[in-house]
């Protein structure tokens, strides 16, 4: 089967951060995959060993409801009977490894690219704010230093007052 050209956008929104790390969940995966998510946690399951907690792990109750809640996607989770599984970026790779499938295997490159794609951006985020940073930073020095120079030139541009005060007009004798 010939994937073609994937975009990664709808993958990238599969992808939460949960527990502080970047996953995707079961559904998410098998659905990518194009097995039935029954079939990836069989499978999963048939080879736990090659999946440490650093590449998958087993949302809480809490963590579901909150996943059930916010995805709009993942509605259907909230009468699942079993808790989903996440996958992180290297959880999703094995995943692919142990459904065997030339579809799987074509997929798991572009959620990698996608996971990659999230990291960079993330990475040019935290530059771009430490630029703006350092650019307020400068500003807020220049700010005291440009409103001296407004000071002098309003100093400069402002006539000064006559030294005496003569009366315009004819006068007679009286001052």
């Known amino acids: 089967m010939q994937l073609g050209i994937i975009p990664l956008e709808p993958i990238q929104s599969?992808?939460?951060?949960l527990r502080g790390v970047r996953v995707i969940l079961d559904a998410d995966l098998a659905r990518l995959y194009g097995v039935a998510t029954?079939?990836?946690?069989?499978?999963?399951?048939?080879?736990?060993?090659?999946?440490?907690?650093?590449?998958?792990f087993q949302l809480t109750p809490e963590e579901k409801a909150e996943v059930v809640a916010k995805c709009d996607h993942l509605k259907n989770l909230r009468?699942?009977?079993?808790?989903?599984y996440a996958f992180t970026e290297h959880g999703a790779i094995q995943a692919a490894n142990i459904l065997a499938s030339d579809s799987a295997s074509e997929m798991s490159v572009h959620v990698?690219?996608?996971?990659?794609?999230?990291?960079?951006?993330?990475?040019?985020?935290?530059?771009?704010?430490?630029?703006?940073?350092?650019l307020d930073a400068k500003v807020g020095a220049h700010?005291?230093?440009?409103?001296?120079?407004?000071?002098?030139?309003?100093?400069l541009t402002t006539p000064d007052e006559?030294?005496?005060?003569?009366?315009?007009?004819?006068?007679t004798g009286n001052r």
């Open 112 to 134: 990698v690219r996608a996971f990659v794609r999230l990291r960079l951006l993330v990475v040019n985020h935290k530059a771009i704010a430490t630029k703006l940073a350092e």
């Open 38 to 56: 029954k079939r990836l946690n069989e499978q999963v399951k048939r080879n736990v060993k090659k999946f440490p907690e650093d590449f998958m």
């Open 14 to 17: 599969n992808i939460l951060i």
């Open 162 to 171: 006559p030294r005496h005060r003569r009366k315009i007009g004819f006068h």
């Open 79 to 84: 009468f699942a009977k079993s808790l989903p």
């Open 143 to 155: 700010d005291e230093q440009l409103a001296a120079v407004i000071a002098a030139i309003r100093q």
